[in-house]
């Protein structure tokens, strides 16, 4: 079976910086996927890491160890829009050209003034 | 602007019940997805399609069933709704190849 560990929750102030940390076993694995969800809202993309290394795409960093199953999100900067909840997903590929996720339980993040 | 859309925002019914949830999309992807979303949870995969003759199980088909009438047109249905089977209710979308699912707005299904 599939399993994917992060934190429930993660309070920070604003201009802190936040790491969620996400561990997962899994077989077939491609790649670690990173989306945002605000209260109400839709799962929003943030990141995808397919090798090593860290992506960096404004004020969020994702990153990706495969030989550890491992991978985490970096907040920079914390702003108030910051709090929603963050939901590591693992890509496996089923078919090809096809991708499947599987999420984790997601981690809460509040940011407070 | 290209988007993923679903039908209805809310439901409210009652156990014994058929009901159809239903998702459309503008933006020319052929793999459409439905997912469940409880407290806690996350999201967990329901049945997903890479085109129009080709539908999988997800993690938690039973109870669901679904049907892909076209490339911009994937619904799903509970043959009789339980009470456990209220939840939040998401339709993605995602191209051959790529990396990000785009969710639709989600339904919000209550099952009395």
């Known amino acids: 079976g599939q399993s994917l560990e992060q934190p429930s929750e993660v309070t920070a102030v604003e201009g802190a910086i936040v790491q969620i940390n996400c561990t997962y076993q899994?077989?077939?694995?491609?790649?670690l996927s990173w989306y945002q969800q605000h209260d109400g809202g839709a799962p929003t993309f943030l990141s995808y890491?397919?090798?090593?290394g860290l992506e960096e795409t404004g004020r969020f960093s994702s990153f990706l160890s495969r030989s550890d199953s491992y991978g985490y999100l970096l907040l920079q900067e914390l702003q108030m829009k910051d709090s929603a909840s963050y939901f590591c997903?693992?890509?496996?590929?089923?078919?090809?050209?096809?991708?499947?996720?599987?999420f984790g339980g997601g981690t809460r993040v509040l940011v407070k003034p | 602007d290209a988007d993923v859309t679903q039908t209805p925002r809310n439901r409210i019914t009652k156990t014994g019940k058929r009901i159809m949830l239903e998702c459309s999309q503008t933006?020319?992807?052929?793999?459409m997805y439905w997912y469940r979303q409880d407290p806690g949870l996350g999201l967990r995969l329901i049945y997903y399609s890479f085109d129009v003759k080709d539908i999988n199980k997800g993690e938690i088909s039973d109870g669901y069933s679904v049907s892909r009438q076209a490339q911009a047109k994937f619904s799903l249905s509970l043959e009789s709704a339980i009470p456990n089977q209220t939840a939040l209710y998401f339709c993605?979308?995602?191209?051959?190849?790529?990396?990000?699912?785009?969710f639709g707005p989600g339904t919000r299904l209550t099952v009395l």
């Open positions: 993605a979308t995602t191209r051959t190849g790529g990396d990000e699912q785009f």
């Open positions: 890491n397919a090798l090593d």
């Open positions: 933006k020319g992807h052929d793999r």
């Open positions: 899994t077989s077939g694995f491609y790649g």
């Open positions: 997903a693992v890509r496996r590929e089923i078919k090809a050209a096809g991708n499947k996720l599987t």
